[in-house]
């Protein structure tokens, strides 16, 4: 038996079954490139899901990891945390907000996000305002109220009794959020672009028409940017190109550069919903996860990423409608910056394991589409390789 068929084994015996997995144990990475424990090289357009914004191991994020663990690791948000201010400042600076809150994942920003939306309620008059308008195909997370949120049915199934007080619209379709507004609504709640749903972008007009509607009818509107945020769109942030602003947002993935990372964002008057005792998480902000995060955001700024995201993801988008001109049965190439969708007629999952036998990770959703998630300082010449990939296992199927 091999390293990794023993790896897969025991993962198979003890993990929680919780993934279908492909079956490979990465065990090293270095940016676009990652090994399994057989040695193979792939190059990598999952990165971990969005998460490894800056690549596998970036030389500044592993220093400045090495840096903090031998300074402090954790202590109490009773206390003030040099880092943790440091990277409440740098975002609320490159963003609309007032103030930040931590924690550890996406699921749970989005939960904060849901907290403090409805505490903001009933703080301002409001005490039988609770409801959320989410959109359908969205993902906002695994916990019962972000999976509540998630307006997809295959979710919360199972799970049931799910919370109260979430009414779903289509995506992009201002005139059907207007018709869900009733006196108990409290916030819209969306990602500006679905990632998980299908990589789905909205009608340009639409996140301008829903802040509108929102100041009109007194409502929050919260966004999602778990996934696209730090650059993966080609902004900063993802709302930054609708030229609007949102009450609250909700950061995780790449914040970090692969560390466990949750923040929410608000502005003033909502955050002062959160005072103290209302909301905390123990790991929240803890001085190892928040230095590597203040490094990754001048990692970002300093090497320009968010401008190269926008530039190198249009010529990847043109390199995949070539291939859409080649083969028919590729429906739609979508998406913004470094956050690509190729829609195909059929599930994807045997193209990720024929690109996985030849050096590619690619990450299929079960709707057909083929997710393309590059690092950020992606090369021209890794994208070239994975096109070439791409051409053959494509030219393959049905054979
Ligand atoms: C848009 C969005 N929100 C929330 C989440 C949940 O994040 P986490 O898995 O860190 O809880 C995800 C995860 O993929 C996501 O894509």
Known sequence: MSRQEGWLEDSNRYVAQTYARLPICLIRGEGSYVWDSEGHKYLDLVMGIGVNGLGHCHPRVVAAIREQAGKLLHV???????????????????????????CNSGGEANEACIKLARKYAKDSGHPDRYEIITMEGSFHGRTLATLTATAQSKYPKGFEPLPEGFKYVPFSDLKAVEAAVSSKTIAVMLEPIQALGGVNVPAD???????????????LLILDEVFTGFGRTG???????????????????????GLPVGAMLAKEKVAQSFG?????????????VASVGVEVMKVIQEENLVAHSEQIGSYFMGRLKDLQKKYGFIKEVRGKGLLIGVELEFPGKEIDVRCQEKGLLINSLGDKVLRIIPALNVKREEIDQAVTVLDEVLGGMGK
């Open 235 to 257: 902004t900063m942030f993802c709302y930054q190109r609708y030229g609007i602003e949102p009450d609250i947002m909700a950061l995780a993935k790449a914040l970090a550069g």
């Open 205 to 219: 007009d639409f996140l301008p028409g829903l802040r509108k509607l929102c100041d009109e009818k007194g409502l």
């Open 276 to 288: 103290p005792g209302t909301h905390a998480a123990t790991f929240g902000g803890n001085p190892l």
């Open 76 to 102: 109490s948000n009773l206390y003030h945390i040099e880092p943790q201010i440091q990277l409440a400042k740098v975002l609320c600076q490159i963003s609309f907000a007032d103030r930040a809150f931590f």
